[in-house]
C-alpha cells in the first residue's frame, strides 16, 4: 500500500507511467484546459471506457488474473448452488450418484498408499543433536499419517453407510456432498496442509508428497529438498539453520538466510544424482513465480510471457549465514507463500499458515516495480493446469466460456 501511495502522490507519476508504456495520448492529460461545458463532454468521451492494466503499474496479465478468479467465483458460486444429493438424481448415462460416490470413494482409496512406518522411521533416522532433518522428517511422516487415517477412515465409513452397515451422520454426509461436487471435505483440510486444489489435484498431489517422503525413507535424503512437500516448511528451515548454529555454535537468532540461484529444475531426478550434496545449508526446489518470471540467462528477474502467469523458479541454495553477512546485491525481497490466497492465520507456533519467508532475488530495476507487479514465490498452484494460459485446458475454456457469456450478459431459456 505504502508503494501505491507514493506511485500515485508522486508529481505526473502516473503520466510519465503511461508515456514510458505508450498507451496512447488519452493518458497524457490528466485534467482538462479550461473551457466551455462542451469541452469538458469532449473531453471525457474521448477517455477510453476500459482502463488498461499498465495505468496502475500492472502488467497486462493482470487483466486475465482477474478475469479468471471472476470465472472461479462464479463457477463455484454456480457449483454450490446446484448442490448434490446421494440419494436421488442420476447422470448422463444413467449412474446414480450413490454409484458414482462409491467409485471415486474406491478410486482414492487404492490410490492412497499405506501409513509411514514411523518405528522403521525411527530407527533409521534416530533423533540426534548434528542432524536436526531426522526430528524434522519423523515430524512429517507423523502429520502426512494422521491425514491420511482421517481420509482412509472417512472413506470407509462412507461404503459402510452407503450399504447401511452403520448410520450416516451428518458430518460424513458432508463428505459425501464434498466429494460429489469434486471439493476437498472439510474433515480432510482440519488434518491438512494448505491447499485450493479441487479434489483429484489434491490426492494427486498428496500421494506425490507420500512418494516423495517413502523415497526418503527407503533411499536416504535427497540432495534438492522438494520445498513444496513439506507439511510444516517453517520446521525444515528451522532444522537447516539448527544444524548451522549448532555445529558452529552460534546462536539460532542471529542466523539467516543468504540465497545462492542455480538452474531450472528440470528432469529433477537426473539432477539428485548428479548434485552433491552441499556442506552448508540445502538446495530447494518446487516454487512457482507469479507476475514475473526469471530469466535463467542473466539470472535475474525478468517480465512475464504474455498469457503466461506463472513460471517455475530456479533451484535455490539456501546458505545459513549470521545476520549482516549477507551477498550485497540490488534485490526484490519475495514473499514465499504456500498457497495463492497469499493470506493465513497466525498459529500458535508463532507462524503464519500461509506465509513462510522472503528470498532476495536479484533485479536490475526498483523494488517498487515488482511490489505493483505483486511478484510472489508460491509453494502450490491452485491448478498445474493454468500455468499456461496461451494452451488452457478443457476445463479452463469452458471457465472462458461461462465468463464471456456473463459478459455479454446472455441468458438461456
Given amino acids: 500500500s505504502r508503494c501505491y501511495f507514493f506511485f500515485f502522490q508522486a508529481e505526473d507519476g502516473i503520466r510519465d507511467a503511461q508515456e514510458s508504456r505508450g498507451l496512447g495520448d488519452v493518458y497524457k492529460r490528466q485534467v482538462p484546459d479550461l473551457g466551455q461545458y462542451e469541452d469538458y463532454i469532449h473531453f471525457i468521451n474521448k477517455m477510453p471506457n476500459k482502463q488498461e492494466a499498465e495505468l496502475f503499474g500492472f502488467h497486462p496479465n493482470a487483466e486475465i488474473t482477474r478475469d479468471l478468479k471472476e470465472t472461479d467465483q462464479l463457477c463455484s458460486s454456480l457449483l454450490l448452488v446446484s448442490g448434490s444429493n446421494i440419494s436421488k438424481g442420476s447422470g448422463s448415462d444413467g449412474e446414480t450418484q450413490e454409484s458414482k460416490l462409491v467409485s471415486i470413494c474406491k478410486e482414492i482409496s487404492s490410490k492412497l498408499p499405506k501409513r509411514f512406518d514411523t518405528e522403521i522411521a525411527q530407527v533409521k533416522y534416530p533423533v540426534s543433536y548434528s542432524n536436526s532433518m531426522n526430528t524434522v522428517l519423523l515430524q512429517e511422516i507423523e502429520r502426512y499419517n494422521a491425514l491420511i487415517k482421517v481420509i482412509s477412515t472417512s472413506l470407509t465409513q462412507i461404503e459402510d453407510a452407503l450399504k ?41 498431489d498428496l500421494v506425490e508428497r507420500l512418494h ?20 510444516f516448511t517453517q520446521s525444515f528451515l528451522t532444522g537447516i539453520l539448527q544444524n548451522f548454529a549448532r555445529k558452529y555454535t552460534i546462536a539460532i ?33 518446487g516454487l ?19 498469457k503466461i502467469l506463472y513460471s517455475t523458479a530456479p533451484i535455490i541454495w539456501l546458505k545459513p549465514c549470521e545476520i549482516g553477512k549477507e551477498s550485497n546485491f540490488k534485490h526484490y525481497k519475495c514473499p514465499v507463500y504456500k498457497t495463492s490466497e497469499r493470506r493465513g492465520i497466525l498459529s500458535t507456533t508463532g507462524h503464519s499458515t500461509n506465509f513462510i519467508m522472503n528470498i532476495h532475488l536479484a533485479t536490475d530495476v526498483e523494488e517498487a516495480h515488482w511490489i505493483k507487479r505483486g511478484v510472489a514465490l508460491l509453494c502450490q498452484l491452485s491448478d498445474l493446469s493454468l500455468i499456461h494460459i496461451s494452451e488452457p485446458t478443457r476445463q479452463a475454456e469452458i471457465s472462458y466460456a461461462v465468463f464471456c457469456l456473463k459478459k455479454k450478459k446472455i441468458t438461456s431459456t
Avoid at 178 to 204: E, R, T
Avoid at 213 to 219: M, N
Wanted: charged share 25%; proline share 7%.
Fill in 288 to 306: 512457482y513465480l507469479e507476475g514475473c518470471r526469471w530469466d535463467f540467462d542473466e539470472k535475474k528477474l525478468g517480465e512475464s510471457f504474455p
Fill in 253 to 285: 537468532d542471529h542466523l539467516t538466510f543468504d540465497f545462492e540461484f542455480l538452474q531450472e529444475p528440470t528432469n529433477i531426478q537426473e539432477l539428485q544424482q548428479s548434485f552433491e550434496k552441499p556442506k552448508e545449508g540445502s538446495y530447494i526446489y
Fill in 164 to 204: 447401511g452397515k452403520i448410520v450416516m451422520s451428518e458430518q460424513i454426509e458432508k463428505v459425501c456432498a464434498s466429494i460429489l461436487l469434486g471439493l476437498v471435505p472439510d474433515m480432510w483440510k482440519k488434518k491438512s496442509y494448505p491447499s485450493l486444489k479441487p479434489l483429484a489435484s489434491y490426492i494427486s
Fill in 212 to 231: 516423495y517422503f517413502q523415497s526418503w525413507i527407503d533411499k536416504g535424503p535427497p540432495k534438492i529438498q522438494w520445498l513444496s512437500g513439506f507439511f
